[in-house]
């Protein structure tokens, strides 16, 4: 079966801050396989190159060699997006829209019926309990309420694939578990989510499989049970193994 | 077109939604009626100077309308960060650029026809008149002019992170020619070359925005603008936002947005 | 004491100020005229207000011509005045000024020739009483620079034209306050006086003042304009010969001849009331009693 997300050497470099510098990489011949129904953690330091293939994935970015893919459809084909629901880490909507306008305007451009859009609006309003701010414009909004607002719109169009980026970042504990039910509801659908998180123990938990990224290159993937087991330690662990941090010893 | 329209809905919910036009539209209301509550030597039949004052409050606002509204549109869409989800849906970029054109401009033509409206009754009141075919052909003008001011600003708004300087540039770029591009030919003849080749290739390169302002033939009662010149003229500004929006697109396409 | 220490330096910032206000105080009135004002306008702009001034009664000039009017590049090729603003259709300005407004001349580019369809071509002048729209701008004109005196002259005839004279003398008399010694606005109020009023004596008062205040300016060497001379005097000596004071008149027109720059038939005027007074002079034939 086709992968959900491929990439095949997939490479980013970008023109050095200093002239003086050659030309900053930041993926190295990334080669990832998502299948579908998956839930795929992707880890890595800050810097490590996670946001910028999430970038070449969305199509924010072009890659410099190598190619990206979403259902089989190269990533720079809009096409590719449209089964795709996308949560930021950080999350900005216009402020001047209610959460309602919001969502129907995106379902617009995903091309929904009216009827349907209200009924998934409805739905998913309730879902991430919004329901009663719905005529509020954003910008009166907490920034958990924010986040909530992307996770609609994340899941308005009933995307096939979930990309989320720190999905939990900022979250109290009641929200970080709301997320974990949606994701776990999601799987159960048969959905595809990619995620990249520093909660460790949250992918630990969530996660079917991960890959470890660090200075571009990929440097482990694998089923987390298994990743345990090889290396007998946790995740946390195995993750500061391989980005070769060395624990401070006491005096 | 779904997605262009979208967007459009999107811009114009915004303009309405900020304060901006209301704060325009109740000065050029304010300023007009208070002009026109002054008697000049007790004759209250003199119209012509309130027209005036009208039409220039209302020239004024609209291009502050069109060139603020614009000049934000993409930067504010980066640094608010809201073009990442927007462009994590099947949108391209060309739609995204064509959207904010439409928005933009669609909110000029509502916003001046709520200036035109008021314009009309302010006029009418003391000439009792209403040559309606006359202010259509104002506001029309006026209208698609505008198009090109917002087709050269979303361009402008491409290259400039900082709305303030494309809203600056575009400021003088627009007042500009809207002043000195009719007489370009003449100054430029008076140069010596290379000077005068430079000049007057550039009186041809412009798009010439003044003959769009037929507030003097308003002002002072003059005729229609033929309907063909009307025609050609509309023609011609569509060509140059058109050029200007791909020109926008070439460039927009490819910017990295990174997140 | 801790908290009274802020409230005290208050207090004694305060008493700074105040000593300051009271010792600059009379130093202050001498320093801008701009600061004595009492007028908005002069207050906001300062002397750009002159700017603005100049810019109206251009307006009026461009309401006059509806709209027809030559660009800043078109003037500066061909200069152009205002004297046609009150000057009758046959006169030297009226057709001086034909001559300055044809600037338009044929188009140069298919640019300009498409643009001419969006502009007023037409050189015409306002009238059947539409003179009245030039009216708002030379007021604010005069209300920026209550010292240009063009402004009230102008706006003074064509409120005459259109009938409202006391309009007209109120505005006079408010440009005379501004400028007490300007021969041109006693002028035109003693016109005033004598066509619309048909008030002779007053006509000839304000026409001697404006003699005299036109002398005292030549005498204290300032150079005058002579056309205003020309036309006091022509006008009072006018009134004269109505009067029957034909030596009075004679004595006029030979102080308009030196500022004319038509002498000979003003001349031509001296002779015939010099034959007027002579025939007065000769003593009644035998067979006339």
């Known amino acids: 079966m086709e992968p959900i997300v491929e990439t095949k050497n997939l490479r980013v470099e970008f023109r050095a801050q200093n002239s003086g510098q050659a030309r900053k990489v930041a993926v190295k011949d990334l080669n990832l396989s998502i299948r579908a129904g998956e839930v795929f953690g992707f880890l890595g330091p800050n810097g490590a190159g996670k946001t910028t293939t999430m970038n070449v994935l969305l199509g924010f970015v072009n890659a410099t060699s190598g190619a990206a893919f979403l259902f089989g459809v190269d990533v720079r084909e809009p096409i590719a997006r449209q089964r795709i629901g996308y949560l930021p880490e950080l999350t900005y909507y216009y402020k001047f829209l209610t959460a309602e306008e919001l969502l129907r305007f995106y379902a617009r451009i995903f091309g929904i019926p009216r009827a349907e859009a209200d009924r998934r609006i409805e739905q998913l309003l309730k879902l991430v309990e919004l329901d009663s701010a719905r005529k509020r414009p954003i910008k009166t909004y907490s920034k958990g309420m924010q986040q909530r607002v992307g996770l609609a719109q994340a899941l308005i169009n009933n995307p096939d694939l979930l990309i989320l980026d720190e999905p939990t970042s900022g979250l109290d504990p009641l929200g970080r578990m709301k997320v974990r039910e949606i994701i776990q509801r999601l799987k159960n659908e048969g959905k595809t989510v990619f995620f990249s998180s520093h909660e460790l123990g949250e992918v630990e938990t969530v996660c079917d499989r991960v890959a470890i990224i660090n200075q571009g290159e990929l440097k482990v993937e694998g089923r987390v049970a298994d990743l345990v087991e090889k290396h007998q330690a946790n995740l946390e662990k195995i993750f500061l193994n391989i980005i070769g941090y060395q624990p401070q010893l006491s005096s | ?259 | 004491m801790k908290k009274l220490g802020p409230y005290l330096i208050l207090l004694l910032l305060l008493a700074a100020c105040f000593s300051l206000a009271t010792i600059l105080q009379p130093r202050a009135s001498g320093w801008s005229k701009r600061a004595q004002s009492d007028n908005v306008l002069k207050i906001l702009f300062g002397d750009g207000r002159r700017l603005f001034a100049n810019h109206f009664f251009v307006q009026a000039d461009v309401s006059f011509h509806s709209g027809y009017y030559p660009s800043i590049f078109d003037q500066a090729r061909a200069p152009k005045d205002t004297r046609h603003l009150t000057a009758k259709e046959g006169e030297p300005a009226a057709e001086e000024h034909e001559r300055q407004m044809n600037f338009l001349g044929p188009p140069r580019d298919w640019i300009e020739r498409f643009g001419r369809h969006f502009i007023i071509t037409d050189h015409t002048h306002l009238a059947g009483n539409n003179e009245r729209e030039i009216l708002p701008w030379l007021k604010l004109s005069a209300e920026l620079d209550p010292q240009k005196i063009e402004t009230y002259t102008v706006a003074a005839y064509w409120l005459r034209d259109l009938g409202k004279v006391k309009e007209a003398e109120a505005f006079l008399r408010e440009g005379l306050l501004n400028n007490p010694d300007s021969p041109e606005i006693l002028f035109e109020l003693g016109r005033l006086y004598y066509e619309n009023y048909h008030d002779p004596a007053r006509a000839r008062n304000v026409w001697d003042l404006g003699l005299r205040r036109w002398s005292e300016q030549e005498a204290a060497g300032k150079n005058p304009d002579l056309f205003p001379l020309e036309q006091i005097a022509v006008n009072l000596s006018r009134l004269e010969e109505q009067e029957g004071n034909f030596a009075r008149a004679i004595q006029l027109l030979e102080i308009a001849k030196r500022a004319s720059p038509n002498p000979e038939a003003l001349q031509k005027q001296i002779d015939e009331l010099k034959q007027k007074l002579d025939t007065r002079a000769l003593p009644a034939s035998p067979g006339s009693r």
């Open chain 2, 1 to 259: 077109m779904n997605t262009v329209l979208a967007l459009t809905g999107v811009v114009i919910k915004e303009m309405y939604r900020r304060k901006d036009f209301y704060v325009l539209f109740v000065l050029t209301a304010v300023i007009t009626l208070l002009m026109g509550s002054v008697s000049f030597f007790h004759d209250t039949r003199i119209v012509r100077y309130v027209k005036e004052i009208a039409l220039l409050l209302i020239w004024v606002s609209a291009l502050v309308i069109a060139v603020g509204t614009t000049a934000r549109q993409i930067p504010a869409e980066r640094e608010n960060r809201t073009i990442f989800p927007l462009l994590a849906k099947p949108v391209t970029r060309a739609q995204v650029i064509l959207g904010k054109f439409a928005g933009c401009w669609l909110a000029c033509g509502l916003a001046l026809i709520v200036f035109y409206l008021f314009f009309g009754v302010v006029s009418g009141s003391r000439e009792h008149s209403w040559p309606l075919l006359n202010y259509f052909q104002a506001f029309w003008l006026q209208w698609v002019m505008l198009g090109i001011v917002v087709a050269f600003v979303l361009l402008g708004s491409v290259f400039f992170s900082a709305p303030s300087s494309n809203a600056t540039i575009s400021f003088v770029v627009v007042l500009g020619i809207l002043l000195l591009g009719r007489y370009l030919n003449q100054v430029a003849l008076q140069q010596p070359e290379p000077l005068r080749s430079i000049v007057y290739g550039l009186y041809f390169l412009i798009p010439h925005l003044e003959w769009y302002d037929v507030r003097d033939l308003i002002v002072y009662d003059q005729g229609l603008v033929g309907w063909l010149d009307c025609g050609l003229a509309t023609l011609y500004a569509a060509v140059y936002a058109a050029l200007l929006l791909f020109g926008a697109w070439l460039v927009f396409r490819r910017k990295a947005l990174n997140l």
